[in-house]
């Protein structure tokens, strides 16, 4: 992100008044003493903003010819138990729980292709563990689509017994060095059979239209196009 004139000048002055009434040097700064102003800045400072604080004393040894006082081992150190003792922990997402999809289920008008294509999206993600990321294409950029799952990813048993997805890109797999095939077992009788809702998806797709190997997998026809 800028920094803008105003906020630098702000932490700037910060800084210099840190070293004014400590009797430290500025510039250049020792270790110690960057590691005594990280300490000083996070007792009124959130933790989150201390990166921000100190690059402004980056900017100053950079504006001087100087090198960063930032590269040492011991703020990296302090840097940590800051963030170990008074850091904030990521607000977690509540679980997508069995109820929670059955109600979704009802709320879900099946004979929209659309929302066959949602359904069986939500099944393959809850029942495989996968990412949306993962599921689905951010956009319909030829880059994003080329990474989600294919129409060609998908086998399903002739009698409808188990389908296998093949997963070509996730989180920790971003450079196409391997692939993970999950299978999907069907459940006869239950509204979450994950293998029921992509035999459905795919027979509303086929019908007005035919899927190539390269499509995104969740796809749906909307009046006559191909989304």
Known sequence: ATTTKSTY???RNQYLRFCL?????????????????????????????????LNIVKLMHDEQ????????????????????????????????TVDILKDIFRTLDNQRPDEKAFWAACLIGFFGFLRKSTLLPKSADKKETAK????SDLSIEEDGSSATLTIRHSKTIQ????????????????????????VQMLAAVNANSVLTPTQPLFSYIEGASLQ
């Open 9 to 11: 000048t702000s932490m």
């Open 21 to 53: 009434y400590f009797g430290r040097q500025p510039v250049p700064a020792s270790k110690e003493t960057i590691v005594l102003y990280a300490v000083f800045l996070v007792r009124s400072l959130n933790p989150a903003s201390l990166p921000g604080y």
């Open 65 to 96: 010819g100087l090198q960063s006082p930032l590269d040492n081992w011991e703020l990296k150190v302090v840097r940590r138990g800051i963030l170990r003792s008074l850091g904030k922990p990521p607000q977690q997402k509540l679980p997508i």
């Open 148 to 151: 989600a799952l294919r129409v």
């Open 175 to 198: 450079f196409g060095q391997r692939s993970l095939k999950l299978p999907f077992m069907a459940m006869p009788g239950s509204n979450l059979c994950p293998v029921k809702a992509l």
